[in-house]
C-alpha cells in the first residue's frame, strides 16, 4: 500500500538530548514537510523539502534541523535548542503543482521528561 | 502574509443535526482550499477541497463552496453522526513554487447520540 509512514508513534526524551523522527513515503511525491502541532493550535510549519538535497526553513524553525538525501526519507532531528520540544509530529508529502494536496503521515508524539 | 480563521470550538450537537464550521481566509493570488480531519491521536485526513472560486467541494456528506467573494470556505453537513467527532482544520495552499499550507487553528466537533 502506497503512503506515510512516521516512526516511532511515540518518543521519550531527556532533557538535552537530540531526537531524530523519522518521515518516509512510497508515494513517489517530490515534496515533504515537517509540522509541528500543540494543544489547541493548528499546525505550523518546521522544515519543508522540494527536491532531494534542498530544503527550506519554515515558519519555527529554530531548534530543529533535516536532511533529504533520498526522495522517499525526510527525517527531522529535535536538537537540545529546541525550547519546548514536547508536541505532536506530522510529516507531510506532496506531488506535482502547488495545487495539489499534501497528504499526512499518522505523527509522532514527542515527551520531554 | 495568508492567514485562515476558523470558529471556535468544540461545537456540540445532537445526531442528525445540521452542521456549520466556518472558515474565512486572507491571502494573496488565487488559493486552493481545503479542509482536513483529525480523529483522536492521528495524522490528517483530507476531507475535501476546491482549488478555483465557485468550485464545490464534497465528500462523505460534506460540502464546502469557494466564495471569493467572501473569501470564506464553510464546511456543511446536512446530518451529522457520532463518527463525525474529531477536530476539523481549514488550510489554504497559493500556487508558489514550494506551496506551503497555511491552517486555522481547528474546531473541534463534538457529536452526542
Known amino acids: 500500500d502506497g503512503g506515510i509512514t512516521q516512526s516511532p508513534k511515540y518518543l521519550f526524551r531527556k532533557e538535552g538530548q537530540n531526537v531524530t523522527l523519522s518521515c518516509e513515503q512510497n508515494?513517489?511525491?517530490?515534496?515533504m514537510y515537517w509540522y509541528r502541532q500543540d494543544p489547541g493550535q493548528g499546525l505550523r510549519l518546521i522544515y519543508y523539502s522540494q527536491i532531494v538535497n534542498d530544503f527550506q526553513k519554515g515558519d519555527i524553525a529554530e531548534g530543529y534541523s533535516v536532511s533529504r538525501e533520498k526522495k522517499e526519507s525526510f527525517p527531522l532531528t529535535v536538537t537540545s535548542a529546541q525550547k519546548n520540544p514536547t508536541a505532536f509530529y506530522l510529516c507531510?508529502?506532496?506531488?506535482?503543482?502547488?495545487?495539489?494536496?499534501?497528504?499526512f503521515g499518522p505523527g509522532t508524539r514527542l515527551t520531554v521528561l | 502574509g495568508d492567514s485562515v480563521t476558523q470558529m471556535e470550538g468544540p461545537v456540540t450537537l445532537s445526531e442528525e443535526a445540521f452542521l456549520t464550521i466556518n472558515c474565512t481566509y486572507t491571502?494573496?493570488?488565487?488559493?486552493?482550499l481545503f479542509w482536513y480531519v483529525q480523529y483522536p491521536g492521528e495524522g490528517l485526513q483530507l476531507l475535501l477541497k476546491a482549488t478555483k472560486a465557485d468550485d464545490k467541494g464534497s465528500n462523505k456528506g460534506f460540502e464546502a463552496t469557494y466564495r471569493k467573494e467572501t473569501t470564506s470556505f464553510h464546511l456543511e453537513k446536512g446530518s451529522v453522526q457520532v463518527s463525525d467527532s474529531a477536530v476539523y482544520f481549514c488550510a489554504l495552499s497559493t500556487p508558489s513554487g514550494y506551496s506551503t499550507l497555511t491552517f486555522g487553528k481547528g474546531t473541534m466537533l463534538l457529536v452526542s447520540p
Open positions: 507531510a508529502s506532496r506531488t506535482g503543482s502547488g495545487r495539489d494536496t499534501q497528504y
Open positions: 508515494l513517489n511525491h517530490d515534496a
Open positions: 491571502a494573496t493570488g488565487y488559493p486552493s
